[in-house]
């Protein structure tokens, strides 16, 4: 009964995964893409979590974003050895959305204030750095941030964090997936 119940949950889960990234609205072809891709993923693969499957495994990003929409929130990440939004992977049993609370107090050491509960954006990342060379399906939230706010981080998964003007962050294309998440936020606002 146990074991039905569980694959049962995993069932639902899974369903969720679909939906909230078949309803991402793709801001262009490359993304339109990689929903077009995870959505068969999901719907064939055996295993879709760390450490199950770990060529290929589910993640989430969030953004958060100063009130003026303006600014964010990046960690210099130590595994990746980028500045990216703070995140991790999606644990068994979680929903995206769950994920990203246990992220944020995790990493942030705060409650997240959601903009949206959906994810906005969607990719499929080849890993660089310390951990390359598997891929991650990264679901990316919007989070309500503020400048004034103390963020504790995780001193395992970040050296440093800070604000950066949107307008200014370096468009490395080894950070291309961060340019294009910004211009996705700033056809949003």
Not at 78 to 88: C, V
């Amino acid at each position: 009964m146990k074991e039905w119940l569980q694959r049962e949950h995993e069932k639902v889960l899974r369903h969720g995964y679909i939906s909230d990234i078949g309803n991402i609205q793709p801001l262009d072809l490359q993304e339109s893409e990689d929903i077009t891709t995870t959505l068969e993923w999901l719907r064939t693969a055996q295993f879709i979590h760390k450490p199950e499957n770990m060529n290929c495994h589910l993640g989430v990003l969030f953004m958060l974003l100063s009130r003026d929409r303006k600014q964010t929130f990046l960690v210099n990440h130590k595994k990746a050895q980028l500045w990216i939004p703070p995140g991790g992977h999606v644990d068994v049993g979680l929903t995206l959305k769950q994920a990203v609370e246990l992220e944020m107090l995790e990493e942030l050491n705060k409650k997240p204030k959601f903009i949206n509960t959906k994810p906005f954006f969607l990719t499929r990342t080849l890993t660089t750095g310390l951990n390359s060379g598997h891929i991650d399906v990264t679901s990316w939230f919007l989070l309500e941030g503020s400048q004034h706010s103390i963020y504790k981080l995780q001193s395992k998964e970040a050296d440093e964090g800070r604000w950066f003007e949107l307008n200014n962050i370096d468009h490395e294309p080894s950070n291309a997936y961060l340019a294009r998440a910004i211009r996705k936020i700033q056809t949003i606002y």
